[in-house]
């Protein structure tokens, strides 16, 4: 069964700052895997996917993230932290197979970034 | 623009009283999805169509109906039967209902008890 493990359900980190928001997952199979990002009350945005073309996946506002296999690890990493990146990021997993190939995500519980001056 | 729109944006539930949440896509994607979100746990699928008059259970769907009469539109119905209806609600769609297709979701709906 697939799972997604995200460490530390809140993370602060000053402006200008590297972030790093934690992922892990497990599945049988090799996985799709998705960060979306969601501001408060609205719902959530794509920033980026891994879909086994590369490792190294670039998303959008600058964030990106590592896929490592040995890991099993999906970290989404950002230079240097933006006020407007105060959000709640949610790690997904997906290996599209069975369920009739029903496209099912499996989502992390969530970690809220707070970005302080 | 093409989008998922939900409306209402706060519905408020009596005791005992059914309430709709409607989902209303123009993307022309064949599958769409009924998240639940909860506060620290993540969104749990309550149902999901992947095909005009069709759907599927999610992994939370007791207490709830949904209908897929038309491409665009995916209803959730909140029945007396669940229990405790407070959450955001977030509808969401997909082109296709293959594995590593992106999801586009609504703004929620917050439904709460009265």
Known sequence: ???????GSHVSVSEG?????????????????????QYPNQGLQLLLK??????????????????KKSETSFHLTK????MSDAAEYFCAVSDGAGNGGYNKLIFGAGTRLAVHP | ????????????RKEGQ?????????LNHDAMYWYRQDPGQGLRLIYYSQIVNDFQKGDIAEGYSVSREKKESFPLTVTS???????????A??????????????SGTQLSVL
């Open chain 1, 1 to 7: 069964a697939q799972s997604v493990t995200q460490l």
């Open chain 1, 17 to 37: 700052a590297l972030v790093l928001l934690r992922c892990n997952y497990s599945s049988s199979v090799p996985p799709y895997l998705f960060w979306y990002v």
């Open chain 1, 50 to 67: 891994y879909t086994s073309a590369a490792t190294l996946v670039k998303g959008i506002n600058g964030f990106e993230a590592e896929f």
């Open chain 1, 79 to 82: 230079p240097s932290a933006h």
């Open chain 2, 1 to 12: 623009d093409g989008g998922i729109t939900q409306s209402p944006k706060y519905l408020f």
């Open chain 2, 18 to 26: 059914n309430v709709t949440l409607s989902c209303e896509q123009n």
């Open chain 2, 81 to 91: 039967a669940q229990k405790n209806p407070t959450a955001f609600y977030l509808c």
């Open chain 2, 93 to 106: 769609s997909s082109k296709r209902r293959q594995g590593g297709e992106k999801l586009f979701f609504g």
